[in-house]
């Protein structure tokens, strides 16, 4: 079965510092990669995916998110964070065969300094 | 125009008590998603139809019963709430073998 970790359970970063949130995946085949985002009190938001062709992606809101096949990795970076990022972020992988299961990682909280 | 509503958004209610929430999507997906997101902020997956046939019934108690009268319509009811049903529970949508979901804003279910 698929399963996605990610390490860090909360980031802090100063306001206009770059971001990488770490996101690791487990799945047999050619994981379809997604990052989401979740502001406080809302639904989540789809910033980017990774289905196959290039592995550098480039998402929404200025993020963008490095496939690498050889780490099992998919980390999501912003070169310059806005107090506006503040969330929880999610990584999630697919299962095409499995009636699109997306399973999440546990998310990872983001606070911005100003 | 929302793509994918639920309703209601927030639900407070005793123990013991039946509950239903709605979903509705008009992006003419074929594949609707119930998902269950705890305090932790941790989201699992409950059920997932498509074409209103159930094609993932994951370990979910039995008073959860999910039904989609159509393609574009997905509720879940809820009997006899427990204390451990309080989460926020969120509507999905795609196509089937597409991989991309997208969500609802949530329903905040409150047990007291």
């Known amino acids: 079965a698929q399963s996605v970790t990610q390490p860090d359970i909360h980031i802090t970063v100063s306001e206009g510092a770059s971001l990488e949130l770490r996101c690791n995946y487990s799945?047999?085949?050619?994981?379809?990669l997604f990052w989401y985002v979740q502001s406080p009190g809302q639904g989540l938001q789809l910033l980017l995916k990774y289905f196959s062709g290039d592995t550098l992606v480039q998402g929404i809101k200025g993020f963008e998110a490095e496939f690498k096949r050889s780490q099992s990795s998919f980390n999501l970076r912003k070169p310059s964070v806005h107090w506006s990022d503040a969330a929880e972020y999610f990584c999630a992988v697919v299962d095409t065969g499995g009636g699109n299961k997306l399973t999440f990682g546990t998310g990872t909280q983001l606070k911005v300094e100003l | 125009d929302t793509a994918v509503s639920q309703t209601p958004k927030y639900l407070v209610t005793q123990m013991g008590n039946d509950k239903s929430i709605k979903c509705e999507q008009n992006l003419g997906h074929d594949t609707m998603y119930w998902y269950k997101q705890d305090s932790k902020k941790f989201l699992k997956i409950m059920f997932s139809y498509n074409n209103k046939e159930l094609i993932i019934n994951e370990t979910v108690p039995n008073r959860f019963s999910p039904k989609s009268p159509d393609k574009a319509h997905l509720n879940l009811h809820i009997n006899s709430l427990e204390l451990g049903d309080s989460a926020v529970y969120f509507c999905a949508s795609s196509i089937l073998g597409r991989g991309e979901l997208f969500f609802g804003e949530g329903s905040r279910l409150t047990v007291l």
């Open positions: 799945y047999g085949a050619t994981p379809y």
